[in-house]
């Protein structure tokens, strides 16, 4: 595993921005266009805001979330709103956002919109940042999610799946971990001595379901995982 220690949360950021924004540049000097897939939570918002600062061209650059919770914009649960607050600024303003909400009442009734947006998105993506819950689970793939299996099947051709679980809160969506796996770059930022005991403990033998972070950990392509105390 390539895991990469910084003294401190602002050394950490400006390392993972330089991991971004050159799969960015990379996919955008190949194909004229990048997608990238950042996570929510409470982890990402100094990395969100100094990727928002970086020199890119912003313009070729569609921005998405991996997983989001069923909630609109104007909830504090919205990792949709985090990222308009702390990415979508700046140089960073001149990218495109999809999200990952319809206005609909439930994930399914939701999906043809969200379907449709993300059909626009120039697959794969050229970078996702993942990041990881303290139960071990990675994008909206919870112990116990009702569709657990079908977002960690390795030959799932479905892009985005709804899941419910006990841990979630409300219902969410994800992209699934094929879609992850193809990226051209994922990174796993974590932060602290819990979720590094977490990461060893997903590491040790047991069971993917338990811990779905292990999906991405013991796949062909693991993440490279950004980690400081
Ligand atoms: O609910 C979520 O949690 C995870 C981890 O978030 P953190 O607050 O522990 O950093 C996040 O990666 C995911 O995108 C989010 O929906």
């Given at each position: 595993?390539?895991?990469?220690?910084?003294?401190?949360?602002?050394?950490?950021?400006?390392?993972?921005v330089a991991f971004?924004?050159?799969?960015?540049?990379?996919r955008?000097?190949?194909?004229?266009?990048?997608?990238?897939?950042?996570?929510?939570?409470?982890?990402?918002?100094?990395?969100?805001?100094?990727?928002?600062?970086?020199?890119?061209?912003?313009?070729?650059?569609?921005?998405?979330?991996?997983?989001?919770?069923?909630?609109?914009?104007?909830?504090?649960?919205?990792?949709?709103?985090?990222?308009?607050a702390?990415?979508m600024?700046?140089?960073?303003?001149a990218?495109r956002?999809?999200?990952?909400?319809?206005?609909?009442?439930?994930p399914?009734e939701?999906?043809a919109?969200?379907?449709?947006?993300?059909?626009?998105?120039?697959?794969?993506?050229?970078?996702?940042?993942l990041?990881?819950?303290?139960?071990?689970?990675?994008?909206?793939?919870?112990p116990?999610?009702?569709?657990?299996?079908?977002?960690l099947?390795?030959e799932?051709t479905?892009?985005v799946?709804?899941?419910?679980?006990?841990?979630?809160?409300?219902p969410?969506?994800?992209f699934?971990l094929p879609?992850?796996l193809?990226s051209d770059?994922?990174?796993?930022?974590?932060?602290?001595?819990?979720?590094?005991?977490?990461l060893?403990?997903?590491m040790?033998?047991?069971?993917i379901?338990?811990m779905?972070?292990r999906?991405v950990?013991?796949?062909?392509?693991?993440?490279?995982v950004?980690?400081?105390?």
């Open positions: 595993m390539d895991l990469r220690t910084f003294d401190n949360a602002d050394d950490l950021a400006v390392a993972l971004v924004a050159e799969g960015i540049a990379e955008i000097e190949t194909l004229g266009a990048a997608a990238i897939a950042l996570s929510g939570g409470r982890t990402p918002t100094r990395f969100f805001r100094a990727l928002s600062a970086y020199d890119l061209d912003w313009e070729r650059v569609t921005v998405t979330l991996v997983d989001e919770r069923w909630v609109p914009e104007t909830s504090e649960r919205s990792n949709a709103a985090l990222l308009r702390n990415l600024q700046g140089r960073a303003a990218a956002f999809v999200p990952l909400y319809a206005d609909a009442p439930t399914e939701g999906m919109a969200v379907d449709l947006a993300i059909a626009e998105l120039p697959m794969p993506f050229a970078a996702v940042v990041g990881m819950g303290d139960d071990g689970h990675t994008a909206s793939f919870f116990g999610g009702d569709r657990l299996a079908d977002c099947d390795p799932g479905d892009v799946l709804p899941i419910r679980a006990p841990a979630a809160g409300e969410r969506v994800t699934t879609q992850i193809a770059r994922i990174a796993l930022h974590i932060e602290g001595a819990v979720k590094r005991a977490v060893d403990a997903a040790a033998e047991g069971d379901e338990e779905p972070i999906g950990l013991w796949s062909a392509t693991p993440p490279t950004f980690w400081c105390p």
